[in-house]
C-alpha cells in the first residue's frame, strides 16, 4: 500500500441502486476528473457531466464535484462521481479509474486513514465515525455522533493540556532547587492540579455503560426442550426467525438477533434446549448453548407449564420466564409469565428488558466507549496516583515529573497524539471499503 497512489472507491452500499457514489483521492484526482468528466467544475459544487472511457466513448451521465485539498475529508484534493447504481456503469466507470497511473482502489479505511494522517480528525472521532456507520439503534447513533462531533477527544486533549501545565510546574521547580526537591509552594500547586485530574478521571472511569451501549446487551434465551424458546426469539424479532416445532431438541445451533427495544440494541440468542442427549449432534448444541449463557449479560431461563425439570446454567444475570401463560396461568415461580403464542405478557417481559438494558448502558452520555480509552485513561490514572505519592513523600522530582509525563502520553493515545502503528492497523481494517 502506498500513500501516495490516487485512491479510488464507492462509497455507498454495494448491489444494484439508483445511484452510486465513487470518492477519489490523492494527487491524481484533478487529472483524472479533467480527463474523464471534460474539466473542473467549481469547488464544492455538484455538476452534472458525461464521463467519458479512454477512447472518448460516454460512461454514464454523472454528478460530478471537485472538492480541493486541504478542506476536503481526506485532506488531499477529493473527487466525488454521483454515478447511476447499476452493476455495469459501476464496473465501467471503476475500471475506468483503474486505467489511469498511479491510481488503484481504496483499502478497507483507507479515506478516514488519511484523514487521521493528514490531521482532519483525531483518532476519538475516527472511532465515533466507524460507530456511527455500524449504529443500529437511535441510543448508539447518539452516542457515536457525540465522539464523532469531538467530546471524548477535547475532554482528553483538555486534560493532557493540564497535565502538561502541571509538569511544566515541576520542571521549573527543577531549576530553583538545587537539591532536587520542590519548593514548598510549587508542590502544593502541582498537587492540586493533579488531585483535580485525579477526582475527573474517577468520575469518569465510574460512569461505565458506553462500551455495552457500542457492543449492545446479549440475552440468552436458554431453558428445556420445548420451553418456547425459538417462538418467544420469533415473537421479539417480529420475524420467522427460528424452527418452532414439537418435537423436543429442534434448536441445534445458536441463532442470534439483533432487537432495537426502543432505541436499545439488545441481541436476543436462541438455544439448543438442556438436556442429557446421545445424539453428538444435540449435544454440541446444548454445550454451545451453556457456553454462551455464560457469557451473556442476561439468560431468560424458560420454564415452560409442563414441568421445571432441569437446572439453570450459571449465569451473571437470570430471569425466570413461564411460557405459555395461555395453556397455565396458575404459576408463581417466575419472575414474568408470557404467552408468546398470544402475547400475553409480552409488554411486561419487554419492560423488564429495557430496565436491564437501561441500567446496563448507564444514562446514555457516556464519554469512554471503548476498552482501548479505558485502559488509556486507567494508566493515566495509576501514573498521577504514582505521582501524587512521589510529591507527598518528598520524593525526587525527576521521578515524580516521569509518571506525569506518562500520564500525558497515555491521555494521548486517546486521540492518536503519539505513535501507535500497531492501533491504527487493527482500527482502519474493520471499516469498510470507501470510508
Ligand atoms: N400454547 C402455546 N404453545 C406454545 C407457546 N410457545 C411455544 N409453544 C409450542 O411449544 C412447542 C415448542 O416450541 P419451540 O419454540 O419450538 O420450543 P423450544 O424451546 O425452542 O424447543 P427446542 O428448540 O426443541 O428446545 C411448539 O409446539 C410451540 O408451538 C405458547 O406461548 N403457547
Ligand atoms: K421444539
Ligand atoms: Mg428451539
Same mark, same amino acid.
Given at each position: 500500500m502506498r500513500s501516495d497512489d490516487t485512491i479510488f472507491a464507492p462509497a455507498s452500499g454495494y448491489g444494484r441502486a439508483a445511484i452510486c457514489v465513487i470518492r477519489i483521492s490523492g494527487r491524481g484526482s484533478r487529472f483524472i476528473l479533467e480527463t474523464i468528466a471534460g474539466g473542473v467544475p467549481a469547488p464544492r459544487r455538484l455538476v452534472l457531466r458525461t464521463l467519458r472511457g479512454p477512447e472518448g466513448e460516454p460512461l454514464d451521465q454523472a454528478l460530478v464535484a471537485w472538492m480541493p485539498g486541504p478542506e476536503s475529508f481526506t485532506g488531499e484534493d477529493q473527487v466525488e462521481l454521483h454515478i447511476h447504481g447499476g452493476l455495469a456503469t459501476r464496473a465501467a466507470v471503476l475500471k475506468a479509474l483503474g486505467a489511469?497511473?498511479?491510481?488503484?482502489?481504496?483499502?478497507? &479505511?483507507?479515506? /478516514?486513514?488519511?484523514a487521521f494522517l493528514n490531521g482532519r480528525m483525531d483518532l476519538s472521532r475516527v472511532e465515533g465515525l466507524a460507530d456511527l456507520i455500524d449504529a443500529e439503534t437511535e441510543a448508539q447513533r447518539r452516542q457515536a455522533l457525540s465522539q464523532l462531533e469531538g467530546r471524548l477527544g477535547q475532554a482528553a486533549e483538555a486534560w493532557r493540556e493540564e497535565i502538561l501545565q502541571a509538569l511544566a510546574l515541576l520542571e521549573a521547580s527543577l531549576d530553583f532547587s538545587d537539591e532536587g526537591d520542590v519548593p514548598e509552594g510549587l508542590e502544593r500547586e502541582v498537587a492540586r492540579r493533579l488531585e483535580a485530574l485525579r477526582d475527573s478521571f474517577a468520575k469518569v472511569l465510574a460512569e461505565g455503560g458506553g462500551e455495552r451501549l457500542r457492543e449492545g446487551l446479549t440475552v440468552v434465551l436458554a431453558g428445556p426442550p420445548n420451553a418456547g424458546k425459538s417462538t418467544l426469539l420469533n415473537a421479539l424479532a417480529k420475524r420467522d426467525v427460528a424452527i418452532v416445532s414439537p418435537v423436543a431438541g429442534t434448536t441445534r445451533d445458536l441463532i442470534e438477533v439483533h432487537c432495537d427495544l426502543n432505541g436499545l440494541p439488545v =441481541? !436476543? !440468542?436462541?438455544?439448543? &434446549?438442556?438436556?442429557? %442427549? %446421545?445424539?453428538? @449432534?444435540?449435544? #454440541?448444541? !446444548?454445550?454451545? +448453548?451453556?457456553?454462551?449463557a455464560e457469557r451473556a449479560d442476561l439468560v431468560l431461563w424458560l420454564v415452560p407449564p409442563e414441568g421445571t425439570d432441569g437446572e439453570p446454567p450459571p449465569a451473571r444475570r437470570l430471569l425466570r420466564v413461564g411460557t405459555k401463560a395461555d395453556v397455565n396461568r396458575t404459576r408463581r415461580d417466575c419472575d414474568v409469565l408470557v404467552s408468546a403464542a398470544t402475547g400475553e405478557g409480552m409488554p411486561e417481559l419487554l419492560q423488564r428488558l429495557e430496565r436491564e438494558a437501561e441500567a446496563a448502558f448507564g444514562t446514555g452520555d457516556a464519554l469512554l466507549?471503548?476498552?482501548?480509552?479505558?485502559?488509556? $485513561?486507567?494508566? +493515566?490514572?495509576? =501514573? *498521577?496516583? /504514582?505521582?501524587?505519592?512521589?510529591?507527598?513523600?518528598?520524593?525526587? @522530582?525527576? $521521578? /515524580? +515529573?516521569?509518571? @506525569?509525563? $506518562? +500520564?500525558?502520553? =497515555?491521555? &494521548?493515545? *486517546?486521540? &492518536?497524539? @503519539?505513535? !501507535? #502503528? #500497531?492501533?491504527?492497523?487493527? $482500527?482502519f481494517s474493520s471499516f469498510c471499503i470507501g470510508k
Open positions: 489511469f497511473p498511479d491510481c488503484r482502489p481504496a483499502e478497507a &479505511g483507507e479515506f /478516514t486513514r488519511r =441481541a !436476543v !440468542v436462541d438455544t439448543a &434446549g438442556l438436556r442429557e %442427549s %446421545s445424539d453428538p @449432534v444435540e449435544r #454440541e448444541g !446444548v454445550a454451545r +448453548a451453556r457456553a454462551r466507549t471503548r476498552e482501548r480509552h479505558r485502559r488509556a $485513561l486507567e494508566r +493515566a490514572q495509576a =501514573a *498521577i496516583r /504514582t505521582a501524587l505519592d512521589l510529591l507527598e513523600r518528598r520524593g525526587p @522530582v525527576e $521521578l /515524580t +515529573a516521569e509518571e @506525569v509525563r $506518562l +500520564a500525558a502520553r =497515555a491521555l &494521548g493515545e *486517546i486521540t &492518536g497524539r @503519539v505513535d !501507535v #502503528e #500497531e492501533m491504527l492497523d487493527r $482500527l
